[in-house]
């Protein structure tokens, strides 16, 4: 469990470094921006208690906001995703149901499994990310370009962290 | 209450999500404009302290474009010597593509008639077509920004000034490089009001504005002005901000035209292109 908990850790602040440092200052087209920071929600335990998940996710993005000064942003999306992704992991459910102790990533259930399960939370925490950015459902049609066309970008570099993390779990 | 209290643990988790999202529009709603009030921001130690070591290692990054910016300077500096000035009067050699390294030639002139005090206000110049001036050249001055050329004479030539309501100049600001489009509103001399910068960018008073070089008028980073005062505009998610010029509209003199050397290469290769 200590183990768990320090590579959480780890990949945590690794996470919040590489938004930080480098996708917060791509600037893809003018407005799109890859949110790394998601995956963090996505690949916690599938056992995780939900209540902790509402409170790490608040907590995500609470730091997050601090850094890009958007303050209550990204935490009400990204508690958003934290609320759905039970839902998200019981539609994926395998046939007989999760083993105890796995992991929602992609060397536990494989790339399509996880690609599935990544866009559609993905997808959701854009919406809600742009909608409430925007404060208003004029420009919608805009605001559903944007979401789209940034899920892919951020679905893109989470499936190069995975690529990362596999190699790293691997070696272990 | 048995009941009431069952119903709350039954759905402790939609309660937790709404508790949560209710705190987060809280902030969002009181925070966001006033973001320097809260201790949640980048102003607060931690934060800073991560961004300003990322800053310590980009600068490094950038110092190929300060190099650019500051030889781009030298070279403007120098067309200004006396003998460069003299040079420069003369017909550009035919070949002059070859420079190559060079992008933009500078030609100083003197402003003889100007009007800061109509809604369409123009500068003439004592250089005209016999010493290279062409129509929608930029023009400029030591400190700023100051229109584009409009009308050409053997001997003189007439500039659309940056007090005129139908010029629009694409604009950046120069800490955040978010751009948007600057243009005079008809009032005061010394401010004009910049459009289309996105909320989310960082604003704040006494930040410079700059030319972003997108058009193929000016070359880019030349100052227009510095941030005075900002308002959002609600609904649109765009700033409204008026910026005081760094120019005297009424006491300028000396200008210099800015020539961008591949312009003509620039259109032609266009015009091709929109023929086909």
């Known amino acids: 469990m200590i183990n768990h908990l320090g590579r959480y850790l780890l990949s945590f602040i690794a996470i919040l470094l590489v938004q930080v440092l480098v996708l917060n200052n791509l600037n893809l087209g003018g407005y799109i921006n890859p949110w790394l920071y998601v995956l963090f929600i996505l690949i916690l335990p599938v056992e995780m208690p939900n209540w902790l998940l509402l409170v790490l996710a608040f907590a995500t993005g609470l730091i997050m906001d601090t850094f890009l000064n958007t303050i209550g942003l990204h935490a009400s999306a990204t508690v958003f995703l934290a609320f759905l992704r039970p839902f998200l992991l019981r539609f994926f459910a395998p046939r007989d149901g999760y083993e105890p102790g796995s992991l929602p990533v992609t060397s536990h259930f494989g790339l399509g499994w996880f690609l599935k399960y990544t866009l559609l939370a993905v997808l959701a925490h854009h919406l809600f990310l742009f909608i409430v950015e925007a404060f208003s459902f004029e420009n919608f049609l805009a605001t559903l370009w944007k979401t789209i066309l940034s899920s892919l970008v951020t679905l893109v570099v989470i499936m190069i962290a995975q690529l990362f993390s596999s190699r790293e779990r691997r070696r272990i | ?276």
């Open chain 2, 1 to 276: 209450m048995r009941n009431f209290i069952r119903f709350i643990i039954r759905y402790h988790l939609f309660f937790l999500f709404l508790l949560f999202e209710t705190i987060s529009f809280y902030l969002l709603v009181n925070y966001n404009h006033y973001h320097n009030q809260t201790f949640v921001n980048s102003s607060s130690k931690f934060a800073a302290s991560v961004l300003e070591i990322s800053g310590n290692f980009t600068d490094y990054f950038s110092l190929k474009r300060a190099n650019e910016e500051l030889s781009r300077e030298n070279a403007f500096l120098r067309t200004q010597l006396p003998e460069n000035t003299y040079r420069l009067n003369e017909p550009v050699p035919e070949n002059r593509q070859t420079a190559d390294s060079i992008q933009y030639l500078y030609r100083p002139a003197k402003v003889i008639n100007s009007s800061v005090n109509k809604f369409h206000n123009y500068i003439t110049i004592n250089k005209g077509s016999k010493q290279g001036i062409r129509p929608e050249m930029g023009v400029i001055s030591a400190r700023g920004l100051v229109g584009v050329v409009r009308h050409v004479s053997p001997n003189y030539a007439t500039v659309i000034s940056l007090l005129n309501t139908q010029l629009k100049i694409s604009a950046r600001l120069r800490e955040s490089n978010h751009f948007g489009s600057l243009e005079w509103d008809g009032n005061s001399y010394q401010h004009a009001i910049l459009n289309e910068i996105p909320a989310h960018a960082k604003v704040s008073v006494g930040d410079a504005v700059v030319t972003s070089g997108y058009s193929a008028l000016f070359p880019e980073g030349i100052l227009i002005g510095t941030i005075d005062d900002f308002e959002l505009n609600q609904g649109e998610g765009f700033y409204v901000i008026r910026v005081k010029l760094s120019i005297d509209f009424k006491s300028l003199t000396y200008v210099e035209t800015v020539e961008k050397i591949t312009r003509d290469e620039q259109q032609e290769l266009e015009k091709l292109t929109n023929n086909d």
